[in-house]
């Protein structure tokens, strides 16, 4: 269905639709209608992240911000978002001709300095009396 408002930035291309759209929920058999469609809902989900605004502050082309936030919210208590992730991440690893999953991981840290010796020094303990 073609969008009768103008496109943001964010908006999904349509060769980022054909990937994205197989890998959301299909709507449930006997329920209610969807009420928006699904392109219009990522789109406002990556307005709504890349702008950092509130919900409530959504711009008014876009779905009802009530709508939009029910499926952020129904997707990340399913996984949805987690396995459209697990599934992209694997497509891009196999993209690069490596293993679907990655057969190691690397764990590093970083000591930082915060003083040049540990402990409290005199001159707090001296403050202190």
Known sequence: MPVSRR???????????QILEPLLPVEKPGGRHRLYPMREIINALRYFLRAGCSWRLLPHDFPHWRAVYEYFRIWKRDDIWLRIHDYL??????EMKREKQPSAGIVDSQSVKTT??????????EAKR
């Open 89 to 94: 991440h694997a497509e891009l690893r196999a």
């Open 7 to 17: 496109s943001y930035s964010t908006d999904l291309t349509d060769a980022e639709w």
């Open 116 to 125: 040049e010796k540990g402990g409290r020094s005199e001159a707090t303990m």
